[in-house]
């Protein structure tokens, strides 16, 4: 059977390219300590050799759109290209292709239906960059196949956070059960506090950093318990009004198991938003 | 009132770098095009399948043509819609970030809780 090498959950901050990129006076002054920590993060994956990329994240109104709406969705293709027009005119993001673990995507379908997830799937997906920034960040060779899983954290109704919790167990199990010798890795993107298009945006931190605290307290130590007691579809509001994306950092910790600590946790406090890296090796540290 | 509208307006402009820059320059002339060539697309479907019944009340057709990104907030159009959007049309306008900020002052106004976006 396959084995899961890494459970990676991050925050897919657009802005990092560009920053990390940029020279002279146009380089940002927080950038260098930016790379430096995504480096060590890069690191925690590089460290577990993996084979395939099982990536989880969420379509921004690129591919999907309100007149039809999937909840969770699993890419079933050869190749993706990926990043938009409007990711390009935004963030500076280059056009990127992937390469697709079709018969990962095909077993996750079939025994993800089975399992009780009425999964929609894509034969033609364009990922955008939910899952293009942390292969950036994470593997930016781009030499890995993919089997992108996308979530919706967006139009509601939405699923509730319990839902994405059993979602991350599901595809942990279901990785664990592909008759495979691959090591794959499992990786997803989410937000800690975010605000976007409404007044607390673009603040000089996250709209709210106590919730970031508490939110990286709960991933670090797996306290799926306490933050199920405390996150719901409304609370998530309070903190900022994009914060819903934490949902796919619960999903990653359904992943990595109850209880089950991060071997690796590190976060930076930027202008709107924090930062937060997670690395968790389920076979233990490499 | 259609949420739903406003955000396929806001989605299918920003999609389209000559549309963006068409609504930046005609801002009502492209919403008046707009709904009335473009709204009852049904976007995975030919043009021969369109819907029929799709419109803007005044308010929303006001509020587009007015670039009056506060209203859109109000109306409960999708925020990060909106924001990509108008980022596109006015961020050149502005020292780095200025634009961001200045949307965020505009809407300070705004408590919790936001208006409902769900569609």
């Not at chain 1, 979602?167 to 993107?189: F, K």
């Not at chain 1, 950093?209 to 409304?234: H, N, Q, Y």
Request: aromatic share 12%; with cysteine; net charge negative.
């Amino acid at each position: 059977m396959a084995e899961v090498v890494a459970v990676i959950a991050s925050t897919h901050h657009p802005f990092y390219y560009r920053a990390s990129t940029a020279t002279g006076e146009e380089r940002p002054p927080f950038a260098d300590e930016w790379v430096r920590k995504v480096e060590a993060f890069r690191e925690t994956l590089t460290r577990a050799r993996p084979d395939v990329l099982v990536m989880v994240g969420s379509d921004h109104f690129h591919q999907l759109w309100l007149d039809n709406m999937p909840q969770f969705l699993v890419g079933k293709a050869p190749f993706y290209d990926a990043n938009f027009y409007n990711e390009e005119r935004e963030f500076g993001l280059p056009r990127m292709f992937f390469t697709g673990q079709e018969d990962l995507s095909s077993y996750i379908l079939r025994e993800g239906i089975d399992a009780g997830f009425d999964l929609a799937f894509s034969n033609e997906l364009r990922i955008d960059h939910s899952i293009t920034c942390p292969i950036i960040t994470l593997r930016p060779q781009n030499d890995l196949p993919i089997v992108p899983i996308y979530t919706n954290i967006f139009a509601p109704p939405l699923p509730r956070p319990s839902r994405f919790v059993q979602l991350g167990r599901t595809i942990r199990q279901l990785v664990e059960s592909w008759p495979s010798d691959q090591r794959v890795a499992i990786i997803g993107t989410g937000h800690l506090s975010l605000e976007l298009g409404g007044p607390r945006q673009f603040g000089p931190h996250g709209p709210d950093p106590e919730f970031d605290r508490k939110a990286v307290e709960w991933i670090s130590t797996g306290d799926l318990e306490g933050c199920l007691s405390e996150v719901t579809l409304d609370s998530l509001h309070l903190p900022g009004n994009a914060t819903h994306g934490f949902m796919d950092f619960m999903l990653m910790m359904g992943v990595a198991g109850e209880g089950r600590k991060a071997d690796y946790v590190d976060t930076y406090d930027l202008f709107h938003t924090m930062e937060a890296y997670f690395t968790w090796y389920p076979g233990g540290r490499p | 009132m259609s949420k739903y509208l406003l955000n396929k307006f806001l989605f299918t402009v920003d999609r389209d770098p000559e549309l963006v820059e068409r609504y930046r320059e005609e801002p009502r002339a492209t919403v008046e095009w707009w709904e009335s060539e473009y709204a009852n697309r049904i976007l995975g479907c030919h043009a021969g399948e369109s819907s029929t019944w799709l419109r803007f009340d005044d308010v929303e057709r006001e509020a587009l043509a007015a670039h009056d990104y506060p209203k859109l907030f109000e109306l409960g159009a999708h925020p990060f819609l909106t924001l990509t959007l108008f980022i596109a049309m006015f961020e050149r306008d502005h020292p780095p970030l200025g634009f961001q900020t200045e949307y965020a002052r505009r809407l300070s106004h705004m408590t919790l809780p936001y208006p409902d976006i769900a569609t």
